[in-house]
DNA sequence: AGAATATTTATTGTCGACAATGAAAATACA
DNA sequence: TGTATTTTCATTGTCGACAATAAATATTCT
């Protein structure tokens, strides 16, 4: 519970070109509420903002508006914006959908993948292996979201791509909540699992395919369900 | 091909409240774009826009930012704005994913549906039917809409009700531009299949609704598909 | 005349300023 | 001292103005 903010020196730097700043903005606003460098509920001033870009607050808030239409921010009108808090009661909702989409983009994944898309999912891959050998947690957790992206993106459907990245971007909020608080034998299992993933992909199997993903949807589902009960329990005890 | 705008005379009338106008903008803006009172490619004027509502162009901005966010317009830097073209090439896409929304918010309703879900399904259901006896077309595809948003709302998950509302609304697209072409038989074998999944819900029987929902899908993408081979065949005839 | 270059024009993206808003602080009242 | 009312304050939503951009048009040159 930080009250000041940790105002990453962003330096005006070189003059933007138009349409730059809010784009900026907008990345790094992003990049920093998925990696909880802003805390879930605490507010986004414009102000600090414009003065951190070097920029008027028009495209500040424009960029706010980018982010609370992803649901990356929310907005009290008339009042102050603040970093979207995690949905803890409504959870299930989106273990469902997460679920729902591992299994429909990776069908269509064995159903319509290129040669080319191989190459991509198997060089992110090496990279999640080399983030998991590195024992970085952040790289394994964004390396692991461009993954599944990636091979959503395989199976050529637009609306199902973009659901899936907004949910694994949600699940990389949890995960960075719960992850490096525990030992690493879990993404090590990940990494067999997704060479079972791309094996079937690779040689067309949708059932396998779909069998796969869902298994590995339960696996992350019960996973970061554990972290959450073991939260609330440490969390108990303090309270008492 | 209208040079000139469609300048829905909109009186600045009283004057508007602070965040009164962004909201204004896109609700108007929106409703326009699916009802095809603006074609898809017609340019968005954000000046004209500003003199129609009696505002200045940094909320009519805003509300053009949301819009694009909700993929209704495409902004070109520097240059202008469109409101979406249809996307014909991937239509594929967007009837998967319409179809296993209707069949998964189905599902969820059956399953979760409380008995004042029913009651606000079932007063859906009845403006269907009096639109149909109406023979008023816009309205039927409103409602329509709506009708299916209601049961997914009854399915109680947030990610699936927002995907499906965003795939009806690019079908109310579709069907405006080929529903009033055909005689209207088909509305009416929708009302008896919207009875069906109506009495499924009601009775918790996830399968039925299942099984509904996907014959129900598959109705109106081959009718909209048949509509579409028709309009090409049309549309050769008259190149040649 | 036709191509290359310069000029004009329309429209966007950004800015600094100001008024509306709602909360917090200060004051009055009991 | 505790509650109601007023004042101050921080921050938003909106405005009008201006500069950057890229297309359209005019101009020059061969």
Redesign the interface.
């Known amino acids: 519970m930080s009250l000041e903010e940790p105002v990453t020196a962003q330096i005006p730097e070189t003059k933007r070109k ?2 730059q700043g809010v784009g900026a903005v907008y990345e790094t606003l992003r990049h920093e509420i998925l990696n909880l460098t802003l805390q879930p509920g605490s507010p986004v001033d414009e102000v600090k903002l414009a003065e951190r870009f070097g920029i008027s607050r ?1 495209p500040v ?2 960029a706010m ?2 982010l609370a ?2 649901g990356l921010v929310v907005t009290l ?2 009042r102050f914006t603040i970093v979207a808090p995690i949905d803890f009661p ?1 959870l299930s ?2 273990f ?2 997460l679920s ?1 989409m591992y299994r ?1 983009t990776t069908r269509l994944a064995a159903a319509n993948r290129t040669e080319e898309d191989l190459v991509a999912i198997r060089e992110l891959q090496r990279g999640y292996t080399q983030a998991v050998e590195a024992r970085d947690v952040p790289a394994m957790i964004e390396v692991n979201r461009n993954f599944h992206v990636r091979i959503a993106q395989a199976g ?5 791509t973009d ?1 899936f990245a907004r ?1 694994l971007d949600e699940g990389r909020r949890l995960l960075r909540l719960y992850y490096s608080s525990h030992n690493d034998a879990l993404p090590r299992m990940y990494l067999q699992e997704h060479e079972d993933m791309i094996a079937a992909i690779d040689r067309q199997d949708i059932d396998a395919a779909d069998r796969i993903a869902q298994a590995h949807a339960q696996q992350i589902v019960r996973q970061i369900q554990t972290y959450i009960t073991e939260d609330r329990r440490l969390n108990a005890d303090i309270s008492l």
Chains 1, 2 share one sequence.
């Open positions: 138009r349409g028009t808030r424009e508006v980018k239409g992803e009108p008339n409504n909702q989106f469902d959908a729902l429909v050529r459907n637009r609306y199902y659901l949910l």
